[in-house]
């Protein structure tokens, strides 16, 4: 490119604009823009890059030898990315009056992922410092689209232990490819998931935000007595609106049931089992502790726990396997795909507070028919060698000659009659399990760590089903009470993941408490206050239950 003057903006007079008067985000970065106008923006064949060399061109070494100086106000992680970006533009800036105003918009649109534009792009700030404003815009850029592309924290960070692919872009040439070709939006706009799980939930966030704005959500309910069906109680009509606000009744049935006044009606009792099921609690229409305390929870909360949600889906890369095995252990619920779409459904039983379901993405390709139990040291230690050796012969176990503690496949065996069992998964995996009363509970979080699946042998023949060759080995190997590796054929994806909001399948936001703690963990490593209720089990431990 050849050199070409500039005339230098007008920073300082577009600063005083700005501060005369309050402008949205899309406004100022327009009213940045139109101090570039004079700029001469690069031109470039997408694609192309220059070599990290100083330029010749006075202009262009000018802007090098600043850029340099100025490198370090950008994040570490960014700074390569940063170079590489100017090193395809040429070392000229980037910045010009139709690119901000784009950036403007960009800006305005980050609500649709649980974001807050004025918390990225500072367009009034950039203009008070003309000398910056091209490297500062475009740190601002660069870093919007990683939180978008691969989230704003490490995973690792705030979870023991997360082990799942990982989205990754290059932002330096994704960027210099939108601009050459005047895609800004368009490319900011594919770096979220733009698979139906995110947009419905980034649908959700935008009603609750809305309902905030409009409304300031919805009244406080007030914790006290169970309401029972056929009541009348002081709280119904705060209850009311509560399901109104979230879509469990339509507002035409608010109104109707307004004229019950204080009665706790066999419609208002519907509605309240839908907020149940919505919420992954005991759908019994009573009101009682556990459903006092989801409705406890206030519409910021819900938006900002939706936010966290939004920001865990952004960590994960976008291409999956078209057949997969999905397990949200926030909400003990398991999906398998097939095809690219959910195919089959199974309530499960996950890891305990004190024994989390760890976040693992890893195939399998194979199912153990009558598996044995190889019992974890821990478990062993802790709660079965204790018990002495009558115990372990009440159990079917024995202790091996290594030392470890093996317990015999059978009716009885804690893997039950089928193990799905992970590639490097540290002894993570699915399994069948003797305790079936476990999947009738709403709150499913009772293992060691390992899945449990309802009705596992049907859905191993499910997973065999396409060979029927293999299909009849598994069947075979059931009958014969033998234990017997059979090959699927194929490798197939599981993910364990950890959503505690999502939408269903009517459309509704549903939310599941923290059992693990990790949204207040996440909500930390992001700055935001979060106050949502606390879980507790209803359901009695089980100590005879030593199973993974």
């Not at 060399?53 to 950008?74: G, I, M, V």
């Not at 075979?476 to 959503?499: K, M, N, P």
Request: charged share 25%; proline share 7%.
């Amino acid at each position: 490119m050849g050199a070409s003057r500039r005339t230098a903006p007008d920073w300082t007079g577009l600063l005083m604009v700005m501060n005369r008067r309050q402008l949205t985000l899309a406004a100022a970065a327009s009213a940045l823009a139109s101090a570039v106008q004079a700029q001469t923006p690069y031109t470039s064949q997408p694609g192309v890059t220059v070599e990290p060399q100083p330029p010749r061109d006075p202009a262009a070494r000018a802007f090098y030898d600043s850029f340099n100086s100025q490198l370090t106000r950008a994040p570490a992680a960014l700074q390569p990315e940063l170079r590489r970006l100017y090193e395809m533009a040429g070392w000229r800036p980037i910045w010009t009056a139709p690119r901000l105003r784009t950036l403007g918009q960009v800006a305005e649109r980050s609500e649709r992922h649980g974001l807050s534009g004025a918390d990225h792009f500072d367009f009034a700030g950039l203009a008070s410092d003309p000398a910056s404003a091209d490297i500062r815009t475009s740190i601002a850029a660069l870093g919007y689209a990683r939180v978008l592309a691969e989230g704003a924290v490490r995973p690792e960070t705030v979870e023991n232990l997360w082990e799942m692919q990982k989205n990754r872009v290059d932002l330096a040439a994704g960027l210099h490819d939108a601009v050459s070709r005047d895609r800004l939006l368009d490319w900011f706009e594919a770096l979220a998931p733009t698979d139906i799980g995110y947009t419905n939930l980034s649908a959700g966030y935008v009603r609750y935000r809305r309902l905030i704005r409009e409304t300031g959500g919805w009244p406080a309910f007030a914790q006290g007595a169970t309401i029972e069906p056929g009541a009348s109680d002081r709280r119904i009509p705060s209850l009311r609106a509560r399901l109104v606000a979230e879509g469990d009744l339509t507002e035409r049935q608010g109104r109707a049931l307004a004229l019950n006044g204080d009665v706790y009606g066999p419609e208002l009792e519907e509605a309240v089992r839908g907020f149940q099921l919505r919420h992954g609690l005991g759908v019994d229409g009573r009101i009682g502790p556990a459903t006092q305390r989801s409705l406890s929870a206030s519409a910021e909360d819900r938006a900002r726990q939706i936010a966290l949600n939004l920001e865990r889906r952004r960590w994960l890369k976008r291409e999956l396997s078209p057949e997969r095995i999905e397990v949200n252990t926030a909400a003990a619920i398991m999906v398998y795909w097939k095809d690219d779409r959910p195919v089959h459904s199974n309530r499960v039983v996950v890891g305990t507070a004190n024994n989390q379901t760890p976040s693992l993405e890893k195939p399998f390709a194979s199912v153990v028919a009558n598996p044995p139990w190889y019992v974890p040291a821990s478990i062993a230690r802790n709660e079965i060698l204790p018990r002495g050796p009558a115990y372990l012969a009440s159990q079917n176990m024995y202790i091996a000659p290594a030392g470890n503690v093996v317990q015999r496949a059978g009716p009885n065996a804690a893997l039950g009659y089928v193990k799905f069992e992970l590639r490097d998964s540290h002894a993570i995996f699915l399994h069948d399990t003797p305790s079936k009363a476990a999947f009738n509970s709403a709150f499913r979080h009772r293992s060691h760590g390992c899945v449990r699946v309802q009705n596992a042998v049907d859905f191993a023949r499910l997973l065999l089903a396409p060979d029927p060759s293999r299909l009849s080995q598994f069947d075979t190997a059931l009958d014969s009470r033998r234990t017997q590796r059979v090959e699927t054929g194929r490798e197939i994806s599981v993910r364990l993941l950890y959503w505690t909001a999502f939408v269903d399948g009517q459309g509704r936001v549903a939310f599941r408490e923290d059992v693990y703690n990790r949204d207040a963990r996440l909500a930390e490593a992001l700055g935001i206050h979060l106050s949502l209720p606390q879980p507790v089990s209803a359901a009695q431990p089980d100590e005879e239950d030593v199973g993974p």
